[in-house]
């Protein structure tokens, strides 16, 4: 699409080309940091204390290596995941494509809701509206005449305000910063489960795929444009990661001070703990921008991977946006939010991302895919070791489909 073109040549990385880079990188993270990342990250510290730097840390290690290595073979083959996919073995794009986007309908009608709920905090609008408004404000983006540079920007602005609002209330908590800093390196339990559960959550299902298909759409494609990319795809975790150290120390404050957070609402009451009703408004306008933002990267990136598999997927690609979005706040507004489609669609994610970087690592070693490039021998590790982790993840996942039929 036109408004999608924002062209780099060697050497050229001009300020338009880095601002899609940034905007690419914040597509990533805000993908990320939805109404259950915000809320599981508030679980997490409460149940593991301090120690739960250590899994921060462990978690973004791991996200590294599957981020970068997704982001460089879709730059160096200039192809969305779907179409790396089919070339690696012949429909294996279109059970991706699938998977991706009933995962990616699935937890729009999540970040809906969250939205909804975000709205509600803020101006005492019932949920439902809330969720109605929002779905209108994310359209809009989509219609803009410049849609890739409206998305860019509105997942900076909100992304920067989230971080902001969040220190804000850390620094009200006064967390004990000295321990988490000592527990980060040097933790007094290990668990593994959280660490997987955090995987998933970052760069699971179509997460890590959102910035490295904004990329492709600006035109920020080649060898030349490696060490950008290497870099964005870096700083999208980074991103994320720094939401995610603020909110644990502004929760760790409160569970610290030894105050027990609702077990219905729990970042929702380390808020209003840590500041009272201004506390609670600020979780308002965090909670709606997390979930808002995701709605926006989930819609984008779920059609995205539909958009070489059909000819109408191309040819009206923001209408199918729009009419992903429209389906999610319909079943969210008339249906509620259906849990066993959530408990599906989180399977499936668990099962995704040992395919998609499965996908990636091979297709890093293909010349008619990526040409005479050769990924870094300790990248390619880096990622098999990521394949191995997230496949015990994907096992783990697929208790939850088992659910469904008990």
Do not use: C
């Amino acid at each position: 699409m036109a408004d999608f073109e924002i062209k780099t040549k060697t050497g050229t990385a001009g300020k338009a080309s880095l601002g899609a880079l940034l905007g690419a990188a914040f597509l990533m993270a805000t993908s990320a940091i939805g109404p259950g990342f915000v809320t599981q990250t508030a679980v997490f510290t409460q149940q593991y204390m301090a120690n739960f730097a250590f899994i921060i840390l462990a978690s973004v290690i791991l996200d590294i290596g599957a981020q970068m290595n997704v982001w460089r073979v879709i730059a160096i083959s200039g192809m969305r995941g779907q179409d790396v996919a089919n070339k690696v073995l012949p429909g294996l794009g279109y059970f991706v494509a699938f998977l991706v986007a009933l995962g990616g309908l699935a937890f729009n009608i999540g970040n809906i809701a969250g939205a909804g709920m975000g709205m509600n905090v803020m101006f005492g609008i019932t949920p439902a509206m809330g969720a109605i408004i929002s779905a209108m404000i994310a359209i809009f983006i989509f219609l803009s005449k410049e849609m890739g540079k409206a998305m860019d920007a509105f997942a900076k602005v909100l992304g920067g305000l989230m971080i902001l609002l969040t220190l804000y209330v850390a620094i009200i908590t006064r967390p004990p910063v000295g321990e988490a800093l000592l527990r980060t390196f040097v933790p007094t339990e290990v668990p593994l489960l959280p660490i997987i559960t955090l995987l998933g959550g970052t760069v699971g299902g179509y997460i890590t795929f959102a910035g490295g298909h904004r990329l492709i759409d600006a035109g920020i494609t080649g060898i030349e444009n490696l060490r950008e990319v290497t870099r964005g795809s870096v700083t999208g975790i980074i991103i994320a990661s720094v939401m995610r150290v603020v909110l644990f120390l502004a929760v760790l404050g409160v569970v610290a001070a030894g105050h027990k957070l609702d077990p219905a609402n729990p970042p929702a009451s380390a808020f209003q703990l840590a500041a009272g009703n201004i506390g609670y408004k600020l979780f308002g306008v965090v909670f709606w921008s997390a979930a808002i933002t995701s709605v926006v990267g989930a819609a984008y990136t779920s059609v995205s991977f539909l958009r070489s598999l059909a000819s109408t997927f191309e040819n009206n690609y923001k209408w199918w946006i729009i009419a992903f979005i429209v389906a999610s706040t319909v079943i969210f507004v008339t249906i509620g939010k259906p849990v066993k489609l959530l408990i599906l669609a989180g399977a499936l994610n668990g099962l995704i991302l040992p395919i998609t970087l499965g996908t990636m690592l091979i297709a890093s070693k293909r010349k008619d895919i990526v040409g005479e490039y050769k990924q870094p021998t300790w990248l390619m590790l880096f990622g098999i070791l990521v394949v191995i982790v997230a496949i015990y993840a994907g096992v783990l996942s697929l208790k939850g489909i088992t659910d469904l039929f008990k």
